[in-house]
């Protein structure tokens, strides 16, 4: 038996929180910046930064790149504490 994802809970919970909108935000304009220098990406590519914002990385054109989603997203598979 499954049960149903309670989406507004989640929102509440984490996703709501200003700490997150204030990274979501910050994720949003690195796309964009990447997109105005280097033309629309498709719907399955990713915006990197090539050192994380959680290690001081910025959103400088230098240290952003397009990489797939697949593997943007899972490169924590590999990471102690993730999958």
Known sequence: MTT????????????GTPEQIA????????????????????????????KMIKDGGTNAPSNLRAVSEKKNTGWRKGVKGYG
């Open 4 to 15: 149903k994802r309670n989406y507004k809970k989640e929102y509440a919970d984490y996703q």
């Open 23 to 50: 990274k979501r935000s910050q994720r949003n304009k690195a796309r964009r910046s990447y997109e105005k220098a280097h033309g629309e990406l498709p719907s399955n590519v990713d915006v990197d930064h090539k």
